[in-house]
């Protein structure tokens, strides 16, 4: 992701930031004001956990009505708390620990959580003592790497959706190269996707806007708890890729918004992308220099053309490679999910021949040549998939599988199955920070529930007593 400057900035949030007391008492002060957030201790935490009784294997932590239960592990393997700082480097709160209705990564140095904060109060009058205790609902932006806290500015929509318990959906966000936020969520108040744009330049002054018109709002039609459905993503220079409803609950085609306005229909770019009935003969990815590439695809010829902004508000499309086997028995018709590998700056596709995967397609973005290669690696379609900084994961639906391919080396895999070596995979999590795969699982030893890391040259090492209850207990691996 692009590098932003870290500003610390909090701002009251829509009319839940209003703290309002837990007792009905008429003395209870209703103004009174939380003290303003910096700085959470987030940078010193290895993992966030929470029990729940769902489930939830993708990089998002969520909560129905807010949990005591969701703790974190610190580097040394210690169960702590995650606190939040004010301006004055005073711990703000109370007794009673913060409550979190839901966490989010947001590209590889962010998280974006809603969080319930508790504040004590005294209120003294001629006659009376009032002693409570105030709340107060937040969405924070936090940086996983510095604690620096942002608070999110009023009308969000509620990005977070507290209260929504499992019709929760996860939030996906992109930095142009300006330090601007982008992100893509089901709004609380209307149950709608929206675009926004938070614009964090100005720290004393963070605003954030819809970014697409209304009639495009209400018709967009993204997935962002997908994994592999890229229907929302945005350029470094701001140009934001989006998908459209189509007829009769079909997929619509993509369109491409410009920073400075303008938006461009895929087929005003490319005539011979089609859309038949949501089965399209194209697909988008993101480069790693920030820009959009459209891939052609049909049965025996595989083009790959790059997006070039000259302006803000023009856009311009140029084919830079291409394969074409025309003269094989070799299809390309099932190239549509990739994945960039950020070592050689290259981006890879698998191949399936008679059922069996035996090729990969590779483009490298420097030089604009496309090979197709032997190398055995599994199908990449609907996979599970987690990135570390040295390689990938490819894991089996039910998580038990583990195929490992190095950025370096293709060739060089390891695979395993936790089944085989004694555990019960439950959840799975990485981060493109660490080599690392940490996974929580049932140990069948001594039936523990436990938190597993598989280290960099395969073995596992578990982190002993910590307090899950059972194996429906969800995780993110923060540093």
């Given at each position: 992701?692009n ?5 610390m900035?909090?701002l ?8 309002s007391?837990c ?8 103004d ?12 010193e935490v290895k993992?966030?956990y ?26 040394n393997g ?5 606190k ?11 007794s ?9 990564e ?29 709340q107060?609902f937040?969405?924070?932006?936090i940086?996983?790497?510095?604690g620096?806290?942002?608070?999110f ?5 509620s ?5 929504r ?5 996860p939030v ?10 982008y ?6 108040y209307?149950?709608?996707f929206?675009?926004s744009?938070?614009d964090?330049q100005n ?5 954030i806007?819809d970014?697409?018109?209304p009639t495009e ?19 470094a ?14 997929r619509?085609d993509?369109?491409?918004?410009c920073s400075?306005?303008?938006?461009y229909?895929i087929?005003?770019l490319i ?6 009935y949501g ?19 049909n049965s ?11 302006t803000t508000?023009e856009?311009a ?8 086997q025309t ?12 994945i ?17 995967t035996?090729k ?8 604009n040549?496309?090979t197709?290669?032997e190398f055995d ?7 599970k998939?987690y990135h570390?900084?040295?390689g ?10 583990q ?11 390891t695979t ?10 439950y959840?799975?999590f990485?981060?493109t920070?660490?080599?690392e ?6 140990r ?13 040259t ?9 307090p899950?209850i ?8 923060v540093?």
């Amino acid at each position: 992701m692009n590098k932003i400057k870290f500003f610390m900035l909090a701002l009251t949030v829509c009319g839940l930031a209003s703290l309002s007391s837990c007792t009905d008492s008429e003395d209870v002060p209703m103004d009174l004001k939380l003290g303003k957030i910096v700085r959470s201790n987030l940078n010193e935490v290895k993992y966030v956990y929470r029990t729940s009784s769902s489930l939830q294997t993708s990089s998002s932590l969520r909560s129905s009505s807010g949990d005591a239960n969701f703790g974190a592990i610190d580097i040394n393997g210690i169960v702590t708390e995650i606190k939040f700082l004010s301006e004055d480097g005073e711990f703000v709160g109370s007794s009673i620990p913060p409550q979190f209705y839901g966490m989010a990564e947001i590209g590889d140095e962010f998280v974006i959580c809603g969080v319930m904060i508790y504040q004590d109060f005294k209120k003294e009058t001629d006659s009376t003592v009032v002693i409570g205790t105030a709340q107060g609902f937040r969405e924070l932006l936090i940086n996983k790497r510095t604690g620096a806290v942002y608070t999110f500015p009023e009308n969000t929509g509620s990005i977070i959706r507290w209260n929504r318990g499992s019709t929760d959906v996860p939030v996906k966000g992109y930095f142009d190269s300006r330090g601007n936020l982008y992100i893509c969520y089901s709004s609380f108040y209307s149950g709608k996707f929206r675009i926004s744009k938070i614009d964090i330049q100005n720290p004393d002054n963070v605003t954030i806007e819809d970014y697409l018109p209304p009639t495009e709002m209400e018709n967009l039609d993204v997935n962002i708890s997908s994994d592999f459905d890229e229907s929302f993503m945005v350029s470094a220079s701001g140009t934001c890729a989006y998908r459209t409803r189509g007829l009769s609950g079909y997929r619509g085609d993509f369109k491409f918004k410009c920073s400075g306005g303008r938006i461009y229909p895929i087929s005003q770019l490319i005539p011979e992308a089609s859309n038949d009935y949501g089965n399209y003969n194209y697909n988008i990815f993101l480069g790693h220099s920030g820009s959009f590439y459209i891939t052609i695809v049909n049965s025996y010829r595989f083009e790959i053309h790059k997006l070039f902004e000259p302006t803000t508000d023009e856009l311009a499309i140029e084919k830079v490679a291409e394969l074409n086997q025309t003269n094989t028995n070799l299809s390309f018709s099932e190239l549509t999910r990739s994945i960039a590998n950020p070592v050689t700056y290259t981006r890879i596709w698998s191949l399936s021949t008679s059922g069996k995967t035996g090729k990969i397609v590779e483009f490298n973005e420097t030089t604009n040549i496309l090979t197709l290669t032997e190398f055995d690696i599994p199908r990449l379609y609907n996979a599970k998939l987690y990135h570390t900084s040295d390689g990938i994961y490819i894991s089996s639906t039910d998580l038990q599988k583990q195929t490992k391919i190095h950025w370096n080396d293709y060739s060089n895999q390891t695979t395993f199955d936790f089944r085989q070596l004694g555990y019960e995979a439950y959840t799975l999590f990485s981060t493109t920070a660490s080599p690392e795969l940490s996974f929580t699982a049932l140990r069948y030893s001594d039936a523990s529930y436990i938190i597993g890391i598989v280290d960099a040259t395969g073995n596992i090492n578990c982190l002993e007593s910590i307090p899950f209850i059972n194996e429906q207990t969800q995780l993110i691996r923060v540093n």
